[in-house]
């Protein structure tokens, strides 16, 4: 080995779902199946090629005030990224800094490990109970900061208000980061508690109910004080995040409610039409409140239907990892799409 290896920072990446460059039934990733709001493509055909020639507004501030008027917050209260993953890692390089470990659950995100790594962040996994749920005591001892998905991925289950505010309360000397990915398609969010716990942060994304996984837009709400912490460490490591077409497309999916409610409602129609089907063919799965659903087979071989759907063009997402080697993680996507998963499966299942 050579001797500078030594001073290498080497660490073992994030592994995203496959992005297949041709057409196929894509279930993998949990984008949504539907296009982002109409305005979008009016802002994709407005926009002129001679506004590239400038460095974007750094303090991104038309997406910054349109996230701020949705969510009735003040500009201050609002930092935008690339996707979220780019504010969570944000958030774990300047809110994670203790000796103590952080605390997440042990099944969850997968990235959230990869952070703490790159970051040097010490951490502990806390298990999920056997019915894949949160235990809030896990979270009352002392620790260097909490962080979890609500709905949890992959397993799609979404804990209520109460319980979410109870980990927060227990834990007001350090900052808790609630991950909500996939909120929109489950209830109501921590957003509700800024005001009430000063060391909240919560993070969501444009990747999912607003269809735009392709620009990278997330964003973090919470108090004036965490929000410039967040942008001083931003500015420190790249002014520039956001690039003009990002803030000029994503203003467009923010303003449009209307349509955001409408693609939301249809995919949470057609998921809870797929949990039926799903049921139908024996198998079994934690109620989702996500555009995805965790899914299980007392039968049939998770990897085994995992090679047969991608030998057909159907791609879901299957880890085979601790505890979840027998699950299946299946994006809702339309119901032509779902019906055609379903159909194969029936089929496959009667082969057997
Ligand atoms: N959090 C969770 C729980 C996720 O599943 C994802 C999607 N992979 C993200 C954050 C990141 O999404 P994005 O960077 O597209 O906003």
């Known amino acids: 080995m050579k001797a500078f290896e030594k001073n290498i920072r080497k660490v073992e990446p994030y592994v ?14 949990n984008e949504n199946p539907y296009p982002p709001a109409p305005g ?18 750094p303090t991104s501030k ?3 005030d349109a996230l701020a008027e949705y969510y009735g917050v003040g500009p201050d209260q609002v930092f935008v ?15 994670f800094n203790s000796e103590k470990k952080i605390l997440f659950p042990d099944i969850t995100y997968s990235f959230y490990k990869v952070w703490a790594d790159l970051y040097r962040i010490p951490y502990e996994c806390q298990k999920l109970d056997e019915n894949f749920h949160l235990v809030k005591e896990d979270y009352y001892k002392e620790n260097g900061g909490v962080i979890f998905p609500n709905p949890n991925a992959p397993t799609a289950i979404y804990e209520d208000l109460d319980f979410v505010e109870d980990i927060i309360a227990h834990n007001q000397d350090v900052i808790v980061i609630v991950d909500e990915a996939y909120i929109d398609f489950a209830g109501r969010s921590a957003i509700e508690l800024i005001d009430k716990y000063e060391n909240l942060i919560v993070v969501q994304t444009f ?15 919470s108090n004036p004080k965490l929000i410039k912490y967040l942008n001083d460490a931003k500015y420190s490591f790249n002014s520039y995040t956001m690039n003009q077409t990002s803030l000029a497309y994503g203003v467009e999916a923010v303003k449009d409610k209307a349509y955001f409610e409408e693609t939301v409602g249809k995919i949470v129609e057609t998921r809870e039409w797929a949990k039926e089907e799903f049921r139908k063919l024996g198998f079994e799965f934690p109620d989702s409140k996500a555009n995805f659903i965790f899914v299980t087979h007392p039968k049939y071989d998770a990897r085994e239907i995992f090679e047969a759907l991608k030998a057909n063009d159907i791609f879901v997402r ?5 505890r979840i080697e027998q699950y299946l993680r299946v994006t809702i996507g339309t119901r032509e799409e779902m019906e055609v998963l ?6 496959y299942f009667a082969e057997k």
């Open 16 to 29: 995203p779902g496959e992005q297949p460059q041709r057409k196929v039934i894509k279930l993998n990733t």
């Open 40 to 57: 979008v493509t009016q802002a994709i055909q407005n926009l002129s090629v001679d506004r590239l020639r400038l460095y974007p507004d």
């Open 62 to 64: 038309v997406l910054v």
């Open 81 to 95: 990224g690339v996707g979220s993953d780019d504010v969570l890692s944000m958030c774990f390089l300047t809110f």
């Open 207 to 221: 990747s999912k109910a607003r269809s735009m996984a392709g620009m990278r837009i997330g964003y973090a709400i």
């Open 318 to 322: 299957f880890w085979g990892s601790e």
């Open 342 to 347: 379903f159909d194969f499966l029936r089929k």
